[in-house]
C-alpha cells in the first residue's frame, strides 16, 4: 500500500463563494525555510506535495527540495508532474502517430487499446506548416493558405481522428496562431483547477511542451519547459517527468529601458549575458526592481528565448503586471480572482515588500544600458551592437572571402588583392532584370525581411513600432529594396485587429510587408522559395546573402538554403534593412535610403518615440480584441470541419507518404531483453562543437536528390509536392532518410563536404550518410556518433534521437550535450556517453575509422571503459561518463526507450 507523505496537508481557499484545496506550505517550517526558496522551487514542491501519495514521490525528496543547496552540484532526483502538455503540429503530429502505433502495439500485447489515452490535458496548435509561398500582395495570405491545407491533408485528417479518438486532446487549428502565442493570449489558466475525489484542486498551471520556446509562457510566471515529443508522450501517458533539482540562476534587472531600445535589444543582450554566464540545465529567475517598468509581453519576450541562453527554463514571478496581462487578454474575472488570491496565500505573489529568494548564482542588468541589436550571423547569442553591424558583417565578408575564392570577377572583390572592399557599394555584383528594371544583387544583400515568431509578434510596441517605421517611411518616399522578400507573419489574428485598427497595416502593406500567414514561417525555416532570378545570380556570383528577421533561431542552413547569413533582430529594424537593402550598411550613418530629393534618409528619421508607440498601443489594444478572436479558437475553417473522420478507437494506416505505422514497436516482446554490450560499432557522423538539432533533425526543404527526395518520387511524389521534412515528421521512412541531412552539417570523415555525407567503412566508399547506415545495417554492424562540446544544441526535436535510433545508433560520445537531446538519446534506447574532462576525440587521437567496444552498462555505473580498435594500430582504452542520469533513466534505457517502458507497464496493468 502506498503511503501519503507526512508533509501533505490539505487546506481550504475560498474565491468568490467557491472552496478549493489547496497543499500549502504550512507543515514544511520543521524541515526548513520555504519563504526564500526561488519561486520555481516553490513550484515544484507544492507538485511533490499534491503528488505524495504516489509511489514516484518521497519525504526525502520534499525535504531535498525544502533544504535546497543553491550551491550544490543537483543530484536528486524528483517527480514533476505537469497540469498539461502543450504541442504544435510539427512536433505533434509525430507524438500522436506514435500513440496510434502504441494502441496497435497494446492490442499485440494482450492489451486493451483505450488503455493508450491522454491523462491531462493536451491541446496541439497547428502553426508549423505554412510556408511563404506567395509573398507582396494583398492575396499572400489566401495562396498560402490553399497551398498549406492542399500539401497538409494527410496530417490534418488525421489529426481530425486523433481529435475525435482521444479524450483530453484538442486541436486549434491552422490558420490561427503560433501555439506559444496563442498558450500566452488563451490557453494559459495561470492557476488549474479539477475534480478529483469529490474535491475542486487549485494548484499552479504547469506544463511541458514539444517545442522549446515553450517556455515563454514562463513570462506569465507558469513553470513550462520544451521536451522531446517522446517525453511529452509519456507526460500524456501519465508518466512524471524525472528531473534534477536544478540550480537556479538569479538575474536581478534594476531601471528603465533607454528610448529607442525595444524588449527584442532587451532579450539580445540578456542571452548574450547568460551564455557567457553558463546557465545549461539550469533554471533562470528574473527579480528586481526593474520588473515594474517591463510590460508582461517584455517579460514572455524574454522567457522565450531561454533556450538560446541554454537554461531549462526563464521565469518571471506572479505579480499585478500578471493580473493586468491576464485581464487585457480577456481571462474571466473570477480566474483573476483565484489566481491572486491563491499565489498570495501560497507565499509565491511578488510585491515590493518580498524577500529575495537565494540563489546559486547571480547577474545583474541595468535596463538603461539597453543599446538597439542584431544577433547574428548564425548563432542568437552572438549580438551585435547596431551601431556596430556594418564593421561586423565586413568581417564575415572577410571570412567567408577565405574559405570562398568566386571564380566570377564580376562578383568578386573590388578591392586589390582579393580584399574586401572598404564600403559594400565598391562591390560590383551580378546584375538582375526583372521587368524591364535592372539592379545589382551584392555581397551582403537583405534578400529575406521578415517579421515573424512568436518571440516578438507577441508584443504590440514592437509590432505597431514596425508600423510606425513604415509609415514614416512611406510619408518619405522610400520602398523596400527589390531584391528583398517580405513578408509579416503574426502569433495571432489579435495582432492583425489591432494593426488594421490603427492603419499601421496598410502603412506596412505599402512596403510590402503583406500578411502571409499565422504561423512561424521564417523563423523555422518556412520561408519559401526565393524569386528565381535573385536564386540565379546568387548561384552565378557566389554570393554571401543574408536575412534578417524578428525570430529566435538563425542557425546555418535554417532560414533558407541560398542565405549564408542571417539576423535576429526587432521588427522595426527589420523593416529598417528592408529599405536599406543590405547588411553591409550603417544604417545611422549610410542611411536606409533616399527621398525625392536625393537627402539621405537616416535610421533615426523613421524611428518611433516611445511616447508615440505606447498612445497607439493604449487606444487600441482592448480585452474585446482578444475575447472575439478567439471564441472560437477550436472552430476552424469550412476545410478544416469537412475534412472526413472515421470513428474509431485505432487508425486505419492509409497508403501516405505523410503519416505511416513507425517501426519502433515492431516484434516488442512482453519484457525487456537483457541489455547487451556494443561490440565493433563503426563511427557513422564524427563532428565538432556546436553542432545543433538543426543540423541533425531532419528539417526545411527536401532536396530531390537526396536519399528522402529518391523516396518520394519512387512513391509517385512530385517535387513540388515534397513539402518540407517538417510536415512529414509522421512518416519514419522520410525522416530516417533525412537524419544528418542539413546542408551545413560538416562531417569530419567526409573532409571537404557538406551536408549529408560520410565515409562507408564496409567499402571504404564516401556516400550518403542514410546509405551508409544500410550498408552498415546488411553488415550486421552497430553505430556510434562521436560529437564536440554542446552537442544538441536547439530545439526539442525528438527525430533528433529517433532519426539516429532508426539508422542503428546505438550510442553516442560527446565532450558536452544539451539538456534536452540527451534526454531524448536515452528515451529512443541510445547510450550517451561524455568524453572525461579535458579530453575530446582530437585529444585521444580518435579519427572515426575505430571500431568501439562499449560494455553493458550497470544501473548508477558513472563511468565506464571505451575500447576504439584500428586495423593495424594500437587500440585506444578510455574512460567515458555515463550520461545516464537518474534511475529512471536507466529503466527507459533497459525497455529500449520511454515509449516501451510506458506500453510495458500499462499493457501489464
Not at 550544490?72 to 496510434?100: C, K, M, N
Not at 524525472?242 to 534594476?254: A, E, H, K, N, Y
Not at 533525412?738 to 564496409?762: D, I, K, M, Q, Y
Amino acid at each position: 500500500m502506498v503511503m501519503s507523505s507526512r508533509y501533505s496537508r490539505e487546506s481550504s481557499l475560498n474565491v468568490g463563494g467557491e472552496n478549493f484545496t489547496i497543499y500549502p506550505f504550512d507543515g514544511l517550517g520543521e524541515v526548513g525555510d520555504v519563504t526564500r526558496l526561488p519561486f520555481s522551487l516553490k513550484i515544484l514542491l507544492e507538485n511533490l506535495l499534491r503528488h505524495g501519495h504516489e509511489d514516484y514521490v518521497t519525504d526525502d525528496d520534499i525535504e531535498a527540495l525544502v533544504k535546497w543547496d543553491p550551491q550544490a552540484t543537483p543530484d536528486q532526483e524528483i517527480a514533476f508532474v505537469p497540469a498539461r502538455v502543450l504541442l504544435q503540429d510539427f512536433t505533434g503530429v509525430p507524438a500522436i502517430v506514435d500513440l496510434a502505433a502504441m494502441r496497435d502495439a497494446m492490442v499485440e500485447l494482450g492489451g486493451e487499446p483505450a488503455k493508450i489515452n491522454p491523462l491531462s490535458p493536451v491541446e496541439l496548435v497547428i502553426d508549423h506548416s505554412v510556408m511563404v509561398d506567395y509573398f507582396g500582395s494583398e492575396d499572400s495570405l489566401d495562396r498560402n493558405t490553399a497551398v498549406e491545407i492542399e500539401r497538409n491533408l494527410e496530417r490534418y485528417r488525421f489529426l481530425r481522428w486523433g481529435q475525435q479518438a482521444f479524450d483530453n486532446f484538442r486541436v486549434v487549428p491552422p490558420g490561427t496562431g503560433i501555439v506559444h502565442q496563442v498558450n500566452l493570449e488563451y490557453l494559459a489558466r495561470g492557476v488549474f483547477t479539477a475534480e478529483q475525489g469529490g474535491r475542486r484542486l487549485a494548484y499552479p498551471d504547469t506544463l511541458v511542451g514539444t517545442d522549446s520556446h515553450t517556455t515563454m509562457i514562463n513570462g506569465l510566471g507558469v513553470l513550462g519547459w520544451g521536451v522531446g515529443g517522446i517525453e511529452a508522450e509519456a507526460a500524456m501517458l501519465g508518466q512524471p517527468v524525472t528531473m534534477l533539482i536544478p540550480q537556479v540562476v538569479g538575474f536581478r534587472l534594476s531601471g528603465k529601458m533607454p528610448e529607442g531600445a525595444t524588449a527584442t535589444d532587451l532579450v539580445l543582450m540578456v542571452t548574450e549575458l547568460l551564455r557567457k554566464h553558463g546557465v545549461v540545465g539550469k533554471f533562470v529567475e528574473f527579480f528586481g526592481p526593474g520588473l515594474a517598468s517591463l510590460t508582461l509581453a517584455d517579460r514572455a519576450t524574454i522567457a522565450n528565448m531561454a533556450p538560446e541562453y541554454g537554461a531549462t527554463c526563464g521565469i518571471f514571478p506572479v505579480d499585478e503586471k500578471t493580473i493586468e496581462y491576464l485581464r487585457l487578454t480577456g481571462r474571466d474575472e473570477q480566474q483573476l480572482a483565484l489566481i491572486e488570491s491563491y499565489m498570495k496565500t501560497m507565499g509565491m505573489w511578488h510585491d515590493d515588500s518580498s524577500p529575495d529568494a537565494h540563489y546559486s548564482s547571480g547577474l545583474s542588468l541595468d535596463l538603461a544600458t539597453v543599446e538597439p541589436s542584431l544577433a547574428g550571423p548564425k548563432r542568437p547569442q552572438d549580438r551585435i551592437a547596431l551601431g556596430a553591424a556594418k564593421r561586423s558583417f565586413q568581417q564575415v565578408l572577410q571570412e567567408f572571402h577565405d574559405l570562398h575564392v568566386t571564380p566570377v570577377e564580376e562578383s568578386s572583390w573590388a578591392g586589390e588583392g582579393g580584399s574586401p572592399p572598404a564600403s559594400i557599394e565598391a562591390v560590383k555584383g551580378v546584375q538582375v532584370n526583372r521587368d524591364g528594371d535592372a539592379f545589382h544583387l551584392q555581397h551582403g544583400a537583405v534578400v529575406i525581411a521578415a517579421i515573424t515568431s512568436c518571440t516578438n509578434t507577441s508584443n504590440p510596441a514592437v509590432l505597431v513600432a514596425a508600423g510606425l517605421v513604415a509609415r514614416k517611411a512611406r510619408e518619405l518616399g522610400l520602398a523596400v529594396k527589390p531584391w528583398v522578400k517580405t513578408s509579416l507573419a503574426p502569433g495571432s489574428k489579435v495582432v492583425t485587429e489591432y494593426l488594421e485598427k490603427t492603419g499601421l497595416l496598410a502603412d506596412l502593406e505599402a512596403l510590402g510587408f503583406y500578411l502571409v500567414g499565422y504561423g512561424c514561417t521564417t523563423c523555422i525555416g518556412n520561408s519559401g522559395p526565393l524569386p528565381d532570378d535573385i536564386t540565379a545570380a546568387i548561384h552565378s556570383g557566389d554570393l554571401l546573402v543574408t536575412s534578417v528577421l524578428s525570430g529566435n533561431r538563425n542557425f546555418e542552413g535554417r532560414i533558407h538554403p541560398d542565405v549564408r547569413a542571417n539576423y535576429l533582430a526587432s521588427p522595426p529594424l527589420v523593416v529598417a534593412y528592408a529599405l536599406a537593402g543590405n547588411m553591409g550598411l550603417d544604417l545611422a550613418t549610410d542611411g536606409v535610403g533616399s527621398d525625392a530629393n536625393g537627402n539621405v534618409i537616416k535610421l533615426a528619421d523613421i524611428w518611433p518615440t516611445s511616447d508615440e508607440i505606447n498612445a497607439l498601443v493604449a487606444a487600441n489594444v482592448d480585452p474585446q480584441m482578444f475575447k472575439e478572436r478567439y471564441a472560437d479558437v477550436y472552430t476552424g475553417n469550412q476545410v478544416w470541419n469537412d475534412l472526413p473522420v472515421a470513428a474509431s478507437e485505432r487508425f486505419d494506416w492509409p497508403e501516405s507518404t505523410y503519416v505511416r505505422k513507425p517501426t519502433f514497436f515492431d516484434g516488442m516482446p512482453a519484457q525487456p531483453r537483457p541489455l547487451e554490450a556494443i561490440v565493433g560499432a563503426r563511427c557513422l557522423v564524427k563532428v565538432g562543437d556546436s553542432v545543433t538539432t538543426d543540423h541533425i533533425s531532419p528539417a526545411g526543404a527536401i532536396a530531390t536528390d537526396s536519399p528522402a527526395g529518391k523516396y518520394l518520387v519512387e512513391h509517385g511524389v512530385a517535387q513540388k509536392d515534397f513539402n518540407s521534412y517538417g510536415s512529414r515528421r509522421g512518416n519514419h521512412e522520410v525522416m530516417m532518410r533525412g537524419t544528418f541531412a542539413n546542408v551545413r552539417l560538416r562531417n569530419e570523415l567526409a573532409p571537404g563536404t557538406e551536408g549529408s555525407w560520410t565515409t562507408c567503412f564496409v567499402d571504404g566508399h564516401q556516400t550518403s550518410i542514410f546509405d551508409a547506415a544500410e550498408r552498415y545495417r546488411e553488415a550486421d554492424e552497430p553505430l556510434v556518433v562521436i560529437a564536440g562540446k554542446e552537442y544538441g544544441t536547439g530545439s526539442s526535436r525528438d527525430w533528433a534521437a529517433k532519426g539516429p535510433s532508426l539508422l542503428g545508433v546505438r550510442a553516442v560520445i560527446a565532450e558536452s550535450y544539451e539538456r534536452i537531446h540527451r534526454s531524448n538519446l536515452v528515451g529512443m534506447g541510445i547510450l550517451p556517453l561524455q568524453f572525461l574532462p579535458g579530453e575530446s576525440a582530437a585529444s585521444l587521437g580518435l579519427n572515426g575509422e575505430e571500431h568501439f567496444d562499449i560494455p553493458v552498462v550497470e544501473p548508477g555505473q558513472g563511468r565506464i571503459e571505451v575500447i576504439a580498435r584500428e586495423n593495424g594500430g594500437e587500440p585506444v582504452i578510455f574512460e567515458a561518463v555515463v550520461r545516464i542520469d537518474t534511475p529512471n533513466e536507466f529503466s527507459y534505457y533497459r525497455h529500449g526507450g520511454i515509449l516501451h517502458y510506458v506500453l510495458r507497464r500499462l499493457a501489464g496493468e
